[in-house]
């Protein structure tokens, strides 16, 4: 994107602004027509790639390949999205539909996007080297890596959602501790109690000749003899404050000196030479059951829709045989990828 402006394409934006996805699916801020323009971006790339698909057959083929994929990944969403959003709500997680199927979009975005990019290599292979056993091979993996990384954005996108708290119970949210920052403890307030000092002396000297005591504060210094006779009756002083007094032992281990690196009780706070330890927001202690339920609900996912590809092929269509727009359903998608490779 050059400067403010948003770009036309909303794969570029989920490319190149991906936390800025990421957070308005967590504001839920117009999912709807994300949702709407990652829903026409994919159908579109994915008739695409159909068509080159079924380009290996004939013209019919391609075209009806270019209505069925798009088909395919939107059945798988709508077969499987149901769990994923019972799944988050039987653990705790607070995620709303819109949010569910605007993440889902988002892996079905990237992996469509990828899948189409691909094309002009497959188009390449289709001209170049017409085998049909290496160009379903070659295909499959395509969409097979494609799917992975799309995935990968799935996966990202959940991680951003627990950072926020939206996959932990709103009860276990509730009955968080709050951290409190509570404050050091300032230093002892100074009290200036009254020290009996003789007029013109100095504290701590006896009284002598019967001079009458004079009460002065704690910390009070009188001014030295150097500095000249002090008139009758009167002392200069300049005060001073009286240093805290800091224990020398540790009062909660008798006997023992304060560790390295501590500070006595009486210390005023911006004495201490720690902080607070900074609170780290967004780190987990332990993967909440959402996340790992994502997972199993990918691997589900995959199955749904390897077997309902199957159900709706063919989609590049044996040269061998006539157009047909279904086949019998017989066997399985993993038994057919083996006897390809096998017959290589």
Same mark, same amino acid.
């Given at each position: 994107?050059?400067?403010?402006?948003?770009?036309?394409?909303?794969?570029?934006?989920?490319?190149?602004?991906?936390?800025?996805?990421?957070?308005?699916?967590?504001?839920?801020?117009?999912?709807?027509?994300? =949702?709407?323009?990652?829903?026409?971006?994919?159908?579109?790339? *994915?008739?695409?790639?159909?068509?080159?698909?079924?380009?290996?057959?004939?013209?019919?083929?391609?075209?009806?390949?270019?209505?069925?994929?798009?088909?395919?990944?939107?059945?798988?969403?709508?077969?499987?999205?149901?769990?994923?959003?019972?799944?988050?709500?039987?653990?705790?997680?607070?995620?709303?539909?819109?949010?569910?199927?605007?993440?889902?979009?988002?892996?079905?975005?990237?992996?469509?996007?990828?899948?189409?990019?691909?094309?002009?290599?497959?188009?390449?292979?289709?001209?170049?080297?017409?085998?049909?056993?290496?160009?379903?091979?070659?295909?499959?993996?395509?969409?097979?890596?494609?799917?992975?990384?799309?995935?990968?954005? *799935?996966?990202?996108?959940?991680?951003?959602?627990?950072?926020?708290?939206?996959?932990?119970?709103?009860?276990?949210?509730?009955?968080?501790?709050?951290?409190?920052?509570?404050?050091?403890?300032?230093?002892?307030?100074?009290?200036?109690?009254?020290?009996?000092? =003789?007029?013109?002396?100095?504290?701590?000297?006896?009284?002598?000749?019967?001079?009458?005591?004079?009460?002065?504060?704690?910390?009070?210094?009188?001014?030295?003899?150097?500095?000249?006779?002090?008139?009758?009756?009167?002392?200069?002083?300049?005060?001073?404050?009286?240093?805290?007094?800091?224990?020398?032992?540790?009062?909660?281990?008798?006997?023992?000196?304060?560790?390295?690196?501590?500070?006595?009780?009486? %210390?005023?706070?911006?004495?201490?030479?720690?902080?607070?330890?900074?609170?780290?927001?967004?780190?987990? =202690?332990?993967?909440?059951?959402?996340?790992?339920?994502? %997972?199993?609900?990918?691997?589900?996912?995959?199955?749904?829709?390897?077997? *309902?590809?199957?159900?709706?092929?063919?989609?590049?269509?044996?040269?061998?045989?006539?157009?047909?727009?279904?086949?019998?359903?017989?066997?399985?998608?993993?038994?057919?990828?083996?006897?390809?490779?096998?017959?290589?």
């Amino acid at each position: 994107m050059s400067g403010d402006r948003p770009s036309p394409l909303v794969i570029e934006r989920i490319l190149r602004d991906r936390q800025g996805i990421w957070q308005q699916i967590v504001a839920e801020g117009d999912l709807n027509a994300l =949702t709407g323009r990652m829903l026409a971006s994919s159908a579109i790339a *994915l008739a695409c790639y159909g068509a080159v698909l079924g380009a290996f057959h004939s013209p019919l083929m391609a075209l009806t390949s270019a209505l069925k994929l798009p088909l395919l990944f939107l059945v798988t969403l709508a077969i499987c999205l149901p769990t994923l959003y019972l799944f988050n709500l039987v653990f705790g997680a607070r995620l709303s539909v819109r949010q569910s199927l605007a993440l889902v979009m988002v892996a079905i975005t990237v992996t469509s996007m990828l899948a189409v990019a691909f094309a002009p290599i497959s188009l390449f292979f289709l001209i170049t080297a017409p085998d049909y056993g290496f160009f379903k091979l070659l295909n499959v993996a395509i969409l097979t890596l494609s799917a992975l990384v799309g995935l990968r954005f *799935l996966t990202g996108g959940m991680q951003v959602l627990n950072d926020h708290g939206l996959l932990a119970p709103a009860t276990a949210a509730a009955n968080a501790p709050a951290q409190v920052s509570v404050p050091a403890a300032s230093a002892p307030a100074q009290v200036n109690a009254p020290v009996a000092v =003789t007029a013109g002396g100095t504290p701590g000297t006896a009284t002598a000749g019967g001079a009458e005591p004079v009460a002065v504060p704690a910390g009070a210094a009188v001014a030295s003899a150097a500095n000249g006779a002090a008139p009758e009756g009167t002392s200069a002083t300049t005060t001073a404050p009286a240093p805290a007094a800091v224990p020398a032992q540790w009062g909660g281990q008798p006997g023992t000196a304060f560790p390295p690196g501590m500070v006595p009780p009486g %210390y005023p706070a911006q004495q201490r030479h720690w902080g607070n330890p900074p609170v780290r927001r967004g780190e987990p =202690t332990q993967r909440p059951a959402s996340m790992t339920l994502l %997972y199993i609900w990918i691997l589900l996912f995959g199955f749904v829709g390897t077997q *309902l590809a199957w159900t709706l092929r063919p989609f590049f269509g044996d040269p061998g045989q006539d157009f047909s727009l279904f086949r019998s359903i017989d066997g399985n998608f993993y038994a057919e990828i083996l006897r390809t490779i096998a017959n290589l």
